[in-house]
């Protein structure tokens, strides 16, 4: 990112912009022997510093935030120090001038009473450009939030999908088990009536085989063979029932 588009090098020219009109104030401050204008520009000064100061602790904040992960961010730890040397050093300046300030409207007369009066009259001063960056600021905490909270939602759709996931894969993973045992299972009884028909098969033969055989036998026995096998039979149907039923 270059300098034109780093948003700390755009709140660091407004800042020190506003350092430089704060310090040729300060040296009209120093060379003004009216007492009514030099009360305005002290008021006019303090007033300043405070949006100064402020202004500098909000970059030092964003600082901290981009340390967390200065890749993200685009620089490294060498710029990091660079900037942090450059909020400290407008704090520095910043604040000699106010203390500069101070010192010198109680060496007018000012007590320390008054001088904490003022200052907390002028902390009560609306402060346009402070407003300005306040509403600025809190706009682009909000972005960050609502950023950060559709980044998380999107993150918690993902986790859901891929659970999602896992779960139709070990679904598909079962079905396709199931599928194997019932493709094992139907081939195991194609095996079996594979079988089944063969032995049908056999004893079909086998019985057309005796049957051959037996007309065979009684076309050869003629007539009288034939009545006297079915005598044999009989008789023998006879002794075997008695065997089963009387003995």
Not at 97 to 126: C, D, F, H, W, Y
Not at 160 to 179: F, M, N, W
């Amino acid at each position: 990112m270059s300098s034109a588009q780093d948003p700390f090098y755009i709140v660091k020219e407004e800042i020190q912009e506003s350092i430089d009109k704060l310090q040729s104030t300060f040296h009209h401050w120093e060379n003004t022997t009216d007492t009514g204008e030099q009360a305005h520009l002290t008021k006019e000064i303090l007033a300043s510093c405070e949006s100064i100061e402020w202004q500098v602790d909000e970059l030092d904040k964003a600082i901290g935030v981009a340390s967390r992960d200065p890749s993200w961010y685009g620089i490294d730890e060498v710029e990091l120090e660079k900037r942090r040397r450059w909020t400290s050093t407008a704090r520095t300046q910043v604040g000699n001038v106010k203390k500069a300030v101070l010192s010198g409207r109680e060496a007018n007369g000012i007590g320390t009473t008054s001088a904490s009066g003022m200052r907390r009259e002028l902390m009560r001063l609306p402060n346009s450009h402070q407003t300005d960056r306040s509403n600025q600021y809190t706009a682009a905490q909000d972005n960050d939030d609502f950023i950060q909270s559709e980044s998380d939602r999107q993150m918690l759709l993902i986790k859901q999908q891929d659970d999602e996931l896992d779960e139709l894969s070990a679904s598909v993973q079962r079905i396709g088990g199931v599928g194997l045992t019932i493709h094992d299972e139907l081939l195991a009884q194609e095996k079996i009536i594979d079988d089944l028909g063969m032995e049908m098969d056999s004893t079909s033969n086998r019985l057309d085989f005796v049957q051959k055989k037996v007309a065979m036998v009684m076309k050869k026995a003629g007539a009288k063979g034939q009545i006297m096998m079915i005598l044999f039979l009989l008789a023998l149907f006879i002794i075997l029932f008695v065997l089963v039923f009387f003995t």
